[in-house]
């Protein structure tokens, strides 16, 4: 089975644009979860989708949001990008299914590193 | 709520020496327990599962981990170490409360020739 994808792999964006990343998960997946690392913040849970509806959420402010497709992929949205939204983010996917994986076990895309200037 | 801590931020070793990462949570209800390594420019890699039964869980690579819930730690270890094992490793604990895998801050495993 193919791995998570994200795209891009590399963006550079300027303070106050916003920026789209997509996800794709692992095939039969419907979990998708997005994660901010920073070297100051460490790993940070940002929100997770399932069937398409938000199922959690971790604490940012408004400019990020998030979507799910029917085929489980994912985009996350930044607005009005700040200098500190710059980091990696990541996509993670999961079965999510009583009964099949574990919860918390979840499969990691290699992300996607945004620079802010 | 749920929380861990790694209290080595970063760990040098020499190559064929062994190591332990230690990982410590807290936690008022059951959870489940990984760890997770990331290598350089890369996502995180799932290397071992604590969910329930047998407290020693063996993982990819070589790695293995012991739960131990009196002391509240699931530290990682590994008998003999590579230079292809220098990476950031990760604890997570998944808590049924919370619905979220909470992350400790992570130790960079510097292997040595």
């Known amino acids: 089975k193919a791995g998570v994808t994200q795209t891009p792999r590399y963006l550079i964006k300027t303070r106050g644009q916003q920026v789209t990343l997509s996800c794709s998960p692992i095939?039969?997946?419907?979990?998708v979860s997005w994660y901010q690392q920073t070297p100051g913040q460490g790993l940070q849970f940002l929100f997770e989708?399932?069937?398409?509806?938000?199922?959690n959420k971790g604490n940012f402010p408004g400019r990020f949001s998030g979507r799910q497709f029917s085929n489980s992929r994912s985009e996350m949205n930044v607005s009005t990008l700040e200098l500190g939204d710059s980091a990696l983010y990541l996509c993670a996917s999961s079965l999510s299914v009583r009964g099949q994986g574990a919860p918390g076990e979840q499969y990691f895309g290699p992300g996607t590193r945004l620079t802010v200037t | 709520a749920q929380s861990v801590t790694q209290l080595d931020s970063q760990v040098p070793v020499f190559e064929e020496a062994p190591v332990e990462l230690r990982c410590n949570y807290s936690s008022s209800v059951s959870v489940y327990l990984f760890w997770y390594v990331q290598y350089p420019n890369q996502g995180l890699q799932l290397l071992l599962k604590y969910l329930s039964g047998s407290t020693l869980v063996k993982g990819i690579n070589g790695f293995e981990a012991e739960f131990n819930k009196s002391q509240t730690s699931f530290h990682l270890r590994k008998p003999s170490v590579h230079i292809s094992d220098t990476a950031e490793y990760f604890c997570a604990v998944w808590g049924g409360a919370t619905n979220k895998l909470i992350f400790g801050t992570g130790t960079l495993l510097a292997v040595q020739p």
């Open positions: 989708y399932f069937s398409e509806t938000q199922r």
């Open positions: 095939s039969g997946h419907r979990s």
